[in-house]
């Protein structure tokens, strides 16, 4: 079977680590690069001895596949030309800047018959799957994110840049849809949120806890879920899992080590099995709509909540 032809559109930070993942790929053939800063978009296409544009249009219909890591704002325009041209598109989270939009990409995407995959790629960590394989009626998920400042990311609130991982990741486990939501939340180091707390019903019963910080000390990535006679502590960042249950009377506990997998090149594995056909994506367009639901949401009822107590300080 011939090579996937795939483009990088924006060959920043995170566009780079994609690009790495497929160039990698003996089924995948990198054919180009654009970032709208030339000097970046030669200095990765000579890496990885592609073509380079510093103009993202010049790329359409040149790729059967697309990564799109552009900012936020620019994700629909983009995606959406990429789609209606005919490539496959792994989307980088969020999905897009506002609702309409993604649901639109959504519908841009069944009308093309392409597949659109957006990049959430915690549901690619190890430790995370083989939770999620063991879970049958998950009735508490509590769920932390911290992280130090870091400029890149905080052209969106914490909420964007980091929570919709775990709303993603909750509203997967929980398998059914949300019924009601609350939030709290502070500004600190930047002129949007940069703490928050939400907590996430679900009409089958499940709460949801999710906390997220960038202005932590150290970094933490932990997801609790508690079912009847279960409870299962991730610590994703580790790749450890530890299973609580009781038996005969008896409280068993066992650990399993799930260290050293690669989230990013599962999804790429997983967007060119979507791309072939061989398989759906994990992550779709419609998941990516509603994690960017329950972002919006949070962001919105955290802001409310700082207009009425804090004067919007």
């Not at 924006?10 to 160039?23: D, N, S, T, V």
């Not at 519908?107 to 018959?113: F, N, Q």
């Not at 609580?244 to 790429?268: F, K, M, N, P, S």
């Amino acid at each position: 079977m011939a090579r996937l032809r795939v483009a990088l559109i924006g060959a920043g930070y995170m566009g780079r680590l994609h690009a790495e993942k497929l160039a990698a790929r003996e089924d995948v053939e990198l054919v180009a690069v654009a970032d709208a800063d030339r000097a970046r978009a030669e200095a990765a296409a000579a890496r990885w001895n592609c073509a380079s544009s510093a103009d993202w249009r010049e790329l359409l219909g040149r790729a059967e596949a697309v990564v799109v890591a552009v900012p936020t704002e620019r994700h629909a325009e983009v995606a959406r030309a990429f789609l209606e041209a005919g490539a496959h598109v792994l989307l980088e989270k969020p999905i897009a800047a506002t609702l309409a939009q993604a649901e639109d990409l959504v519908r841009a995407a069944r009308a093309a018959g392409r597949v659109l995959q957006v990049g959430h790629v915690e549901r690619f960590n190890a430790a995370f799957r083989a939770l999620a394989s063991r879970m049958g009626r998950p009735l508490y998920i509590d769920a932390e994110r911290l992280s130090g400042f870091k400029q890149r990311g905080a052209d969106v609130d914490v909420v964007l840049d980091l929570m919709i991982h775990d709303l993603d990741l909750a509203a997967a486990l929980a398998r059914s849809p949300v019924t009601g939501v609350s939030a709290c939340g502070f500004r600190v180091l930047t002129r949007d949120i940069d703490i928050a707390n939400a907590r996430v019903e679900f009409a089958g019963g499940c709460v949801a806890s999710v906390t997220a910080s960038r202005v932590s000390q150290s970094a933490l990535r932990k997801l609790r879920v508690f079912q009847p006679e279960l409870y299962v502590s991730a610590d994703l960042q580790a790749g450890r899992l530890r299973y609580v249950r009781q038996t005969d009377d008896a409280i068993a506990e066992r650990e399993e080590d799930h260290a050293g997998g690669d989230a990013l090149a599962e999804q790429a594995a997983g967007f060119v099995a979507a791309a072939r056909g061989a398989a759906p994506p994990v992550v779709s367009g419609e998941d990516g709509v509603r994690a960017l639901e329950l972002a919006l949401t949070v962001g919105r009822l955290v802001r409310e909540r700082l207009e009425r107590y804090a004067g919007g300080a």
